[in-house]
């Protein structure tokens, strides 16, 4: 029998090159530290720093649906918009609070009103905001009032801004218009093209709302709405009679019919009273 022979083969495995990793998503713990280093800079009450810092932490589980493109500017923006809130030209007042999903959009507003968010970023990125918070009427028909809203957005600021509004609440209230239309019990149909004239006619009639209550953190709804934060809220709506309905457990229930007047800021604010065993 003849006996066949073949030479050794020397097979040679040529990694493949690695790919560049992404960079790691932030975490609440990353976001915390930030906080924790520039609350040392802050002229506030340490129990307003814990306040604040609390639900800035909150609204860390709202990013991910609005920044999914771009993880790693969570955290910066977080710190820049807290920045925004309690200092410069947009600042809310010291005493007022903001709950998660009010820090997220004022948020938007206060960077717009800077400079530092184009009118389409602007308006994609609050389109995300409106997604999450409830809009019924799905992706495809936000996504198709994008174009009416960045169209409309210039003229509703102009709008506001010459009643005196700050840049910040000018651009919040073009965006509580969309809202208005999209969510709630008057939004419209899904079928309903929104326009740029329509969105400047809802725009032009609605008034600054701001709904406190002591002891705070009540649930609040609007004409049987829940609102997303709890006391202390504030939101641009409609004007006209609406029925505020606040709730907190250990208090007896509240509601009550309140008119809001547009071109002023509507306090309403109301003591609860302890539910009796």
Do not use: C
């Not at 840049?167 to 019990?185: C, H, M, T």
Request: glycine content about 6%.
């Amino acid at each position: 029998m003849m006996r066949i022979f073949l030479p050794a083969i020397t097979v040679l495995l040529i990694a493949a090159p690695a790919s560049p990793q992404k960079p790691a998503a932030p975490t609440q713990g990353d976001l915390d530290s930030e906080l924790m280093k520039y609350s040392q800079t802050m002229k506030l009450s340490s129990q307003a720093k814990q306040r604040d810092t609390r639900s800035i932490l909150e609204s860390f589980t709202i990013y991910d649906s609005v920044f999914d493109a771009a993880p790693e500017s969570e955290v910066p923006f977080a710190v820049d918009t807290w920045k925004k809130l309690r200092t410069g030209p947009y600042s809310l007042p010291q005493s007022q609070t903001f709950g998660p999903n009010q820090f997220l959009r004022y948020g938007l507003a206060a960077q717009h009103a800077s400079g530092e968010l184009t009118d389409t970023a602007y308006v994609k990125l609050s389109f995300k905001v409106l997604q999450r918070e409830g809009a019924a009427n799905g992706m495809m028909v936000l996504e198709r009032d994008e174009g009416a809203v960045v169209e409309a957005l210039p003229h509703v600021r102009s709008l506001y801004r010459k009643r005196g509004y700050t840049a910040a609440d000018a651009d919040a209230a073009a965006i509580s218009a969309w809202r208005v239309l999209r969510i709630g019990p008057d939004a419209a149909a899904p079928s309903y093209k929104i326009t740029a004239s329509r969105l400047l006619s809802v725009g032009k009639d609605l008034g600054r709302l701001v709904i406190s209550s002591e002891p705070a953190e009540a649930v609040v709804s609007v004409d049987g709405v829940r609102w997303s934060d709890r006391t202390t809220v504030s939101d641009f709506v409609p004007a006209g009679e609406l029925e505020i309905t606040l709730s907190k457990e250990g208090y007896d229930t509240l509601v009550e019919k309140f008119v809001v007047t547009k071109d002023k800021r509507n306090e309403f604010k109301r003591q609860l009273k302890a539910r009796r065993l």
